[in-house]
């Protein structure tokens, strides 16, 4: 054999998995079709890569087996990983929610990971052409351009749809079906909204406004508290690209405008103490007063809280606290962070990501059927699953 492990894709699990296999002394070969390493992580995080969050738990991980993720997450964790990263004294601050980043730029995480691959000698090649996959009686043959190689063990890290761009290719997909693997039906994840024609009309005044929102589905079993964006052609910022990912097409979804307070109760109570005071006053200390205007009619505005009965504010408060919208469609997976969907979970060892019907077969990072939230969760899956491969290809 010419190497005891061929990776096939140099994004973040490919390269976690080519540095840990190389550690244990395996002979190993990273296979890259663009002209650079890590171009996602290049572009992450506006330029930061967010690499990893303080919480990372299975429960903020999408996918058809939410317990598949809990042994990779747990043997490489992100305390692993901010280790290797204190190690190469890449300066890092928390921004939110537990997410870090690098101080400098994106290009520290990708210069540590290559630092390391040298380290142990991975050999990479880049600007790969087409690969074909043929399984021997022991191992695989891989053919691209001119070269033939063979390897022990195979392993398939180059990810899902998004952003085609930036080279992203179905490539994982046709070599699970190669071997009669299920791949779970994909779709954008991570994604803002377009509206249909009439919403988007009425809203497309509001674009380049956010505001602080709690944004639930149809289904109302999970939330997300962050900033909404209104765009010229939908809905973005970080509670609607969270809340994407749990949409299903056609469904509604739904806001909280007002996540701090009760309107109800701080309408009646206002109308107690400042009876004079226009609703517009009111509503406007409390939303951009933007969006009080487009929203409600100018009558209602004009009312002074005395002159407003419960009813009203009972309606008016459902509106803000519920505030319900079909969205079209997704961005798709021309703008999407992530790919839902991917290898069957069930087809793959949690333990190792070995194909389970195919030996010295593994399938890591965004490739597989699991997702997770916005904020550092993917990368760390990518960590995790290319470290838990990296200990047995
Ligand atoms: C704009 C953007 C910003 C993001 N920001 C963050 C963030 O801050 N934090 C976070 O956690 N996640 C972020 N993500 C998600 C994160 O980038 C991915 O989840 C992660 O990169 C997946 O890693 P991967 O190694 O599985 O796949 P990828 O990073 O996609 O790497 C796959 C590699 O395989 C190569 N490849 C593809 N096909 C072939 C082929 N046929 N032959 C050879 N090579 C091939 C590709 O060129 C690529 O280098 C972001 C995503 C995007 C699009």
Known sequence: MDYNTIIIGAGAAGMMCAIEAAKRGRHVLLMEKSNKLGRKILMSGGGRCNFTNLNIQPGKYISQNPHFVKSALARY?????????????????????????????????????????????????????????????????????????????????????????????????????????????????????????????????????????????????????????????????????????????????????LPDINIFEYLKNQQQQSPKVLLKTVLASRLPSRFVELHMSEHLLRSRLADINYATFETLADKLHHWTLKPNATEGYRTAEVTLGGIDTDELSSKTMEAKKVTGLFFIGEAVDVTGWLGGYNFQWAWSSGWAAGQVC
Not at 163 to 187: D, L, W
Not at 191 to 218: C, N, R, W, Y
Request: charged fraction near 20%.
């Open 77 to 257: 964790t992100q305390w692993d990983f901010i280790d290797l990263v204190n190690k190469y004294q890449i300066a890092f601050h928390e921004k939110t929610l537990g997410q870090l980043f690098c101080d400098h730029k994106a290009r520290d995480i990708v210069e540590m990971l290559s630092k390391e691959m040298m380290r142990y000698n991975v050999r990479i090649q880049l600007n790969v052409g087409d690969i074909q996959i043929i399984q021997r009686s022991k191992g695989f043959s891989l053919t691209s351009h001119h070269q033939s190689v063979t390897t022990e063990n195979l392993v398939i890290a180059t990810g899902g749809l998004s952003i085609p761009s930036m080279g992203s290719s179905p490539f994982a997909y046709q070599v699970a079906k190669q071997f009669g693997i299920p791949v779970i039906e994909t779709r954008p994840g991570l994604v803002p909204f377009t509206l249909h024609e009439k919403d988007k009309t009425q809203l497309s005044p509001l674009a380049g406004m956010s505001m602080d929102v709690i944004a639930t589905t149809d289904e109302n079993t999970i939330s997300f508290r962050e900033n909404m964006l209104f765009t010229h052609r939908g809905l973005s910022g970080p509670a609607i690209l969270q809340i994407s990912s749990y949409w299903q097409s056609k469904k509604n979804i739904y806001l909280n405008l």
